[in-house]
């Protein structure tokens, strides 16, 4: 039963071209407060983004053991967690396996709340995971475009 209420967290990534310039877009709903952040980078990947906007929302949260719904159209991401993949990949020490970066980031902020992660359909009829997609897209345009260092440098030779 759940006591605290609950965070509502929506996330999307967005890239064009897969490399290419990428953003990620995050609504938060708690209460009767809502915050929308967005970020864009000028090199990374659509899975990177959807991810990366996972742990900023995660991130972003000020007291531990929150009660938390995240709401993402990412199959890569909503499965790799719910379906106990990453924790395979822990064990392989993430050998051959993309954006290990971010997921060792993202392991270390997930054990400090209770989280539920729900896969909604892109763009379908979901308010708040379409205007993810609207944050994300608008980021990916932007004129300032950060460096994703943990692509960018991973593919240098």
């Known amino acids: 039963m759940i006591t605290n209420p609950v965070i509502e967290i929506y996330t999307d990534g967005a890239c064009s071209g897969n490399p290419g310039p990428g953003g990620y877009g995050i609504v938060m709903k708690y209460k009767d407060q809502r915050k929308e952040m967005s970020q864009g980078f000028r090199l990374t990947t659509n899975n990177r983004m959807e991810l990366l906007s996972i742990i900023i929302a995660l991130e972003t949260l000020k007291k531990e053991n929150s009660e938390v719904f995240v709401y993402s159209d990412s199959k ?17 020490n993430f ?6 970066d971010l997921w060792k980031r993202f392991l270390m902020i997930h054990p400090k709340h209770n989280i539920r992660f729900v896969w909604v359909k892109g763009h379908a009829s979901n308010r708040e995971n379409n205007r ?8 990916s345009k932007s ?9 960018e440098l991973s593919r240098k030779p």
């Open 95 to 100: 050998k051959d396996k993309a954006n290990a």
């Open 76 to 92: 890569y991401v909503i499965d790799s967690i719910n379906l106990g993949w990453v924790h395979g990949w822990v064990k392989k």
């Open 143 to 151: 004129k300032h475009l950060l460096i994703d260092e943990g692509y």
């Open 132 to 139: 993810c997609d609207e944050l994300a897209v608008a980021a």
